[in-house]
């Protein structure tokens, strides 16, 4: 989700290093260390190894250092190419493939959870993944889910992305709520304390304001809730 921050300034600096040589080799390892320092930042482990060239690939010996780059809009995959420039009238440039594993802490949902759920601290913890193989996206931290519910479930181990965010929740845990209980047609409604959080139809418990009592419910809609059989 995030892109390069101040490790860009950084990869320029880099870039603006002298270079030993022209050489391919010296190509192919300018690409991989300037992409290392292009993702770096706080938290987050790069590893970036170049492919081999074209050995029939000759470039001469560049008098400025050398430069690179990527492509507009650019986001972290697994395979990038990184296009290494000698800077000067009449240089060489090349396209050196470079494969990337970039490992940031992610949100991982800690149990089964069901849509409509609030995500509570207790739901998820962080994981180190290669965020360049999560083509959905991710979620880094409890402020991006912060009243949010779940548009989808999400197994145990599954890493929580945007796409699974849904709206906000109608009830949150300590709200007062209405709390509706049917039988043979009769309503009876009561207030009550939740004690979960969560969209509309979700799951969640609720004391009874009058008896004390603990039952389940599900919600129904902005402090309504009613309870299950």
């Not at 609030?118 to 009243?147: K, N, P």
């Not at 181990?157 to 709390?179: C, F, H, I, N, Y």
């Not at 004390?212 to 309504?224: N, S, Y």
Request: charged share 20%.
């Amino acid at each position: 989700m995030a892109g390069p921050r101040p490790a860009a300034a950084l990869a320029l600096l880099l870039a603006a290093a002298p270079a030993a040589a022209g050489s391919a080799g010296a190509a192919r390892a300018f690409a991989a260390n300037w992409l290392r320092h292009y993702y770096a930042q706080p938290g987050s482990r790069v590893e970036a190894d170049a492919a081999p060239l074209d050995p029939r690939l000759q470039l001469a010996d560049c008098p400025a250092p050398l430069a690179a780059g990527l492509p507009p809009a650019a986001r972290p995959a697994p395979r990038m190419s990184v296009l290494v420039r000698c800077p000067v009238p009449g240089g060489w440039s090349v396209r050196v493939p470079v494969q990337l594993r970039l490992y940031r802490q992610v949100l991982v949902a800690s149990r089964p959870l069901r849509r409509g759920d609030g995500i509570a601290a207790g739901d998820v913890h962080a994981e180190e993944r290669d965020v360049t193989r999560l083509g959905y996206g991710y979620v880094e931290s409890m402020d991006q889910v912060a009243e949010r519910t779940l548009a989808r479930p999400l197994m145990a181990g599954s890493v929580l992305t945007p796409a699974a965010l849904g709206g906000r929740q109608m009830v949150r845990a300590g709200d007062r709520v209405e709390l509706l209980a049917e039988l043979d047609g009769i309503a009876v409604r009561a207030e009550g304390i939740a004690l979960g959080s969560g969209d509309s139809g979700a799951r969640l418990r609720v004391r009874n304001g009058s008896s004390g009592r603990v039952v389940d419910a599900v919600v129904r809609a902005p402090g309504q809730t009613v309870a299950l059989p």
